[in-house]
């Protein structure tokens, strides 16, 4: 299987998002921007959303306040459509899934919305680029979204992040989170733990035990970094491994463990002494189809 090639974010960016970007706040003693004006107004029942869609939760309580801004504003800012990819009649959601379904609340009928045309990848993109540049993503979301754009389409973590105006570590650790548990990865979602906790529970040997203490005695970010910092406990009857002498990893081999861990999808650990030419990695997976990932990724 020949490689996908790299490829810049689109068609770019500042054309994407000319039409979804929030807007500017007028200068002062200027006059403040009109209202831009939709294509048209369609049907609520012509419009669905898009599979690929980052944002996987809607608040209900956040749904119903949009829906009463709604009710006595309307929408602002319109949509953002394409014709639907499957060839059916009727549009899919590129920009405004939170509105179209707030305006469903709201018992409106139709919807002003901007008509474009698209890729599937640029679909993705200003999806994922809207809600990030709004923080409306969840981390697990805003993880999911950057890997999409990774293996669907290619796209490296410098190019992102210099897209998208974050830092690289910014995405390579967000892109680490999700290494961890499903359960973990879900107490992140619900708003239960914070990204910082989880960062500091992906170098954790039992990341979901460690989460369930960090729910129930409510500990600091500081807190769970240093006992995840502590060698588990061996079980009763086994002795405790006598000290090697062995110094803790410096921060390059470890930054370089998560960014390593953050484009396989899978823990990856280094283990090279200082002074030495030689050295090993490991890479740990889960089941058989993420070894399947993993040889499809090292067979290019």
């Not at 018992?107 to 999806?127: F, G, K, W």
């Not at 989880?198 to 039992?206: I, K, S, Y």
């Not at 910092?229 to 079980?235: D, F, G």
Request: charged share 30%; aromatic share 2%.
């Amino acid at each position: 299987m020949s490689k996908k090639p790299s490829r810049g974010l689109g068609r770019g960016l500042s054309a994407l998002m000319a039409d979804v970007a929030a807007e500017e706040p007028a200068q002062e003693g200027a006059a403040a921007p009109a209202p831009r004006k939709p294509d048209q107004h369609v049907p609520i029942e012509q419009i669905v959303p898009n599979p690929d869609q980052p944002r996987r939760t809607f608040v209900p309580d956040d749904l119903e306040d949009l829906a009463n801004s709604i009710r006595e504003k309307g929408i602002i800012q319109p949509l953002i459509l394409r014709k639907r990819p499957d060839g059916n009649a009727g549009f899919e959601i590129v920009a405004g899934e939170r509105r179209w379904r707030a305006a469903q609340m709201a018992q409106l009928h139709a919807v002003p919305a901007l008509i474009r045309e698209y890729s599937d990848t640029e679909a993705l993109e200003i999806a994922i680029i809207e809600n990030i540049q709004r923080a409306d993503l969840n981390p697990v979301e805003e993880a999911a979204g950057y890997r999409e754009l990774m293996d669907r389409f290619g796209h490296t973590q410098e190019k992102m992040a210099e897209a998208l105006g974050k830092s690289r570590s910014h995405i390579a650790n967000m892109l680490r989170l999700l290494n961890l548990p499903d359960d973990v990865l879900g107490l992140l979602r619900e708003g239960k733990i914070s990204a910082g906790h989880a960062r500091a529970l992906v170098t954790a040997e039992d990341a979901s035990g460690l989460a369930r203490v960090v729910v129930a005695k409510g500990l600091s970010v500081r807190e769970v970094e240093k006992l995840a910092k502590k060698p588990a406990t061996p079980p009763a009857g086994e002795k405790k491994p006598a000290a090697s002498g062995a110094r803790p990893k410096d921060a390059d081999t470890v930054a370089l463990e998560g960014d390593l861990s953050a484009a396989l999808g899978m823990k990856v650990a280094i283990d090279h002494k200082p002074g030495q030419e030689a050295g090993a990695v490991t890479i740990r997976y889960q089941s058989l189809e993420e070894l399947d990932d993993l040889c499809r990724k090292l067979g290019g």
